[in-house]
């Protein structure tokens, strides 16, 4: 029998500038990369947080993450990133809990474009 659980998917990525266009790139990007690394269906999807720095406003998020095929039924949020001194500029981070059988330690986290940085140890090149 399997056992399914709430797992959790964390990733992040940059964008050069303040437009809807430079953001829902970005946000497309990156959850295609998690989708793609992970196998998950957006009906696999408990609900998924967005988190933008400061400097980010020309677009939530969320709005660019449902028009994705499948996602405009998703709980999804929008919230602003502490501002930490010194921190990465123009970044959107996005953590998705997802009802999938597969081991957290299995789950593939990404860090794209200059948010790599953030976490070196989980870089993973694709084939």
Same mark, same amino acid.
């Given at each position: ?7 959790? &998917?964390?990733?992040?990525? =940059? #964008? %050069?500038?303040?437009?809807? @266009?430079?953001?829902?790139? $970005? ?8 989708e ?9 999807? &408990?609900?998924?947080?967005? =988190? #933008? %720095?400061?400097?980010?406003? @020309?677009?939530?998020?969320? $709005? ?55 976490r ?8």
């Open positions: 029998m399997v056992e399914w659980q709430v797992r959790g &998917v964390r990733g992040a990525t =940059t #964008v %050069t500038e303040n437009t809807e @266009a430079a953001m829902s790139d $970005a946000v497309h990007e990156l959850i295609a990369e998690l793609a690394h992970n196998l998950f269906r957006p009906e696999d999807i &408990v609900c998924a947080f967005f =988190t #933008v %720095t400061d400097d980010l406003d @020309a677009i939530f998020p969320a $709005a660019a993450a449902r028009k994705r095929p499948g996602w405009d039924h998703v709980p999804l949020i929008d919230v602003q990133q502490m501002n930490v001194k010194g921190s990465l500029k123009r970044c959107i981070r996005i953590l998705i809990q997802i009802n999938t059988s597969v081991d957290q330690s299995a789950i593939v986290h990404r860090y794209l474009r200059q948010a790599q940085i953030l070196p140890d989980l870089d993973v090149q694709m084939s």
